[in-house]
């Protein structure tokens, strides 16, 4: 039979602890109990099929009744007239009179007391996170043990906003930057809450996003080159990675630019007068739009040919228009049909591109639709040096 048992009791009240409901009340000076806990009860037919199981069941909720234990639900009981077993007084509903009997139930009494303490101690520094652990008392609860130190990150940005120094410049006491790295996802709820808005950069998002929206400086974007022209070479070298800015400010005299993904085709690449090749950037070449001094009629993109790979010529030439792709077009492709391999399933291009010529287009769109053979795709690195040598030589 499916009635109401005591674990049932308890399993309700667990739902409502794990939604926050028994510690939120309290913070909003809201009165749940006495709670009404529904019972599901024998009906009529079943009372008179098997009696016995139903003194077994009422049996069973007295003995885990507040009456019997001294804690936890009272009963409020009915009394019933039945043709073959007569008057019977049995249960109707459960009734938990008090938060202390809920937890005592459910096992729960000593979290909630850590909890109201962390809580107490919390709005007494902090009264704006009020709402913020009415939502979420239990995310502060798993944080128990570190409580005092996710206040002092807080502290430290509330006495002083937008600090404009590195995350491993900061000076907490218990505090270093691995933890900090860790919480970037509750210390960003926290300070939302506490500090003024203009102390927020709201542009910034994400847990990636941390340093920047609250004044941190961040490690500088850098572009990793090779001079491919030892006439061109600074100060010797040839192969640098340097901070974004610092490489706007070289104002190399180069004539051409290869911009690759694959680093190692970077390394690799052959000597080409009065140029530079710029490996490794991904997505991330939107970084070359603040480079004045790159070739605009003269860069070329060297990419897998597959729907992304497509997709990030696209995006550069937002930026540079004039770009031109690099043994990305159908030759190459089927010159090396036996290297071929496939796109991740769940990972293909499925936008539109408009700055594609009509032949990579046709090409973007042939490996999309999958004309050419199930998620073609051909990466740059391998792409044999002969074939871009032979290229390189023609152009």
Same mark, same amino acid.
């Given at each position: 039979?499916?009635?109401?048992?005591?674990?049932d009791?308890?399993?309700?009240?667990?739902?409502?602890?794990?939604?926050?409901?028994?510690?939120?009340?309290?913070?909003?000076?809201?009165?749940?109990?006495?709670?009404?806990?529904?019972?599901?009860?024998?009906?009529?037919?079943?009372?008179?099929?098997?009696?016995?199981?139903?003194?077994?069941?009422?049996?069973?909720l007295?003995?885990?009744?507040?009456?019997?234990?001294?804690?936890? !639900?009272?009963?409020?009981?009915?009394?019933?007239r039945?043709?073959?077993?007569?008057?019977?007084?049995?249960?109707?509903?459960?009734?938990?009179?008090?938060?202390?009997?809920?937890?005592?139930?459910?096992?729960?009494?000593?979290?909630?007391?850590?909890?109201?303490?962390?809580?107490?101690?919390?709005?007494?520094?902090?009264?704006?996170?009020?709402?913020?652990?009415?939502?979420?008392?239990?995310?502060?609860?798993?944080?128990?043990?570190d409580?005092?130190?996710?206040?002092?990150?807080?502290?430290?940005?509330?006495?002083?906003?937008?600090?404009?120094? !590195?995350r491993?410049?900061?000076?907490?006491?218990?505090?270093?930057?691995?933890?900090?790295?860790a919480?970037?996802?509750?210390?960003?709820?926290?300070?939302?809450?506490?500090?003024?808005?203009?102390?927020?950069?709201?542009?910034?998002?994400?847990?990636?996003?941390?340093?920047?929206?609250?004044?941190?400086?961040e490690?500088?974007?850098?572009?990793?080159?090779?001079?491919?022209?030892?006439?061109?070479?600074?100060?010797?070298?040839?192969?640098?990675?340097?901070?974004?800015?610092?490489?706007?400010?070289?104002?190399?005299?180069?004539?051409?630019?290869?911009?690759?993904?694959?680093?190692?085709?970077?390394?690799?690449?052959?000597?080409?007068?009065?140029?530079?090749?710029?490996?490794?950037?991904?997505?991330?070449?939107?970084?070359?739009?603040?480079?004045?001094?790159?070739?605009?009629?003269?860069?070329?993109?060297?990419?897998?040919?597959?729907?992304?790979?497509?997709?990030?010529?696209?995006?550069?030439?937002?930026?540079?228009?004039?770009?031109?792709?690099?043994?990305?077009?159908?030759?190459?492709?089927?010159?090396?049909?036996?290297?071929?391999?496939?796109?991740?399933?769940?990972?293909?291009?499925?936008?539109e591109?408009?700055?594609?010529?009509?032949d990579?287009w046709?090409?973007?769109?042939?490996?999309?639709?999958?004309?050419?053979?199930?998620?073609?795709?051909?990466?740059?690195?391998?792409?044999?040096?002969?074939?871009?040598?032979?290229?390189?030589?023609?152009?």
């Open positions: 039979m499916s009635w109401g048992t005591p674990a009791i308890r399993q309700k009240l667990d739902r409502r602890w794990a939604r926050g409901e028994l510690l939120a009340a309290r913070l909003r000076g809201e009165s749940v109990f006495p709670m009404t806990v529904p019972l599901k009860k024998p009906a009529s037919r079943e009372l008179a099929e098997d009696f016995e199981a139903v003194r077994r069941w009422v049996g069973e007295e003995a885990g009744s507040r009456e019997a234990r001294g804690f936890g !639900y009272t009963i409020e009981w009915q009394e019933v039945h043709r073959v077993h007569g008057r019977n007084r049995l249960p109707v509903r459960v009734v938990v009179p008090t938060r202390t009997d809920a937890l005592r139930l459910i096992g729960r009494q000593q979290a909630a007391e850590r909890f109201d303490a962390l809580a107490d101690a919390t709005l007494a520094r902090f009264p704006a996170l009020a709402e913020w652990l009415q939502r979420h008392p239990l995310k502060a609860l798993e944080q128990a043990d409580w005092d130190r996710v206040l002092a990150v807080v502290d430290a940005f509330r006495a002083h906003p937008r600090p404009g120094i !590195y491993r410049q900061l000076e907490i006491p218990g505090v270093d930057t691995k933890f900090i790295e919480r970037r996802g509750l210390l960003s709820e926290l300070l939302e809450a506490v500090l003024p808005r203009q102390a927020i950069d709201r542009s910034a998002t994400g847990v990636r996003g941390f340093d920047r929206r609250f004044g941190l400086r490690e500088p974007d850098r572009i990793r080159f090779r001079v491919l022209d030892a006439e061109l070479a600074i100060g010797g070298l040839t192969d640098l990675t340097i901070p974004v800015e610092q490489f706007a400010g070289l104002d190399l005299p180069v004539e051409r630019v290869f911009v690759t993904e694959n680093k190692i085709n970077g390394l690799a690449f052959p000597d080409v007068p009065r140029a530079i090749v710029i490996m490794g950037l991904g997505y991330g070449l939107d970084r070359l739009a603040a480079i004045p001094w790159l070739p605009a009629d003269d860069l070329l993109y060297w990419g897998d040919i597959d729907t992304h790979g497509f997709s990030i010529l696209d995006r550069l030439r937002h930026h540079f228009p004039g770009a031109r792709s690099l043994l990305m077009d159908r030759e190459t492709l089927q010159a090396h049909r036996r290297l071929w391999t496939r796109e991740g399933r769940n990972q293909r291009f499925e936008g591109l408009d700055r594609l010529t009509e990579e046709r090409l973007f769109d042939d490996l999309r639709q999958d004309r050419l053979g199930e998620r073609v795709r051909l990466e740059q690195e391998r792409v044999g040096f002969g074939w871009l040598r032979a290229r390189l030589a023609g152009n």
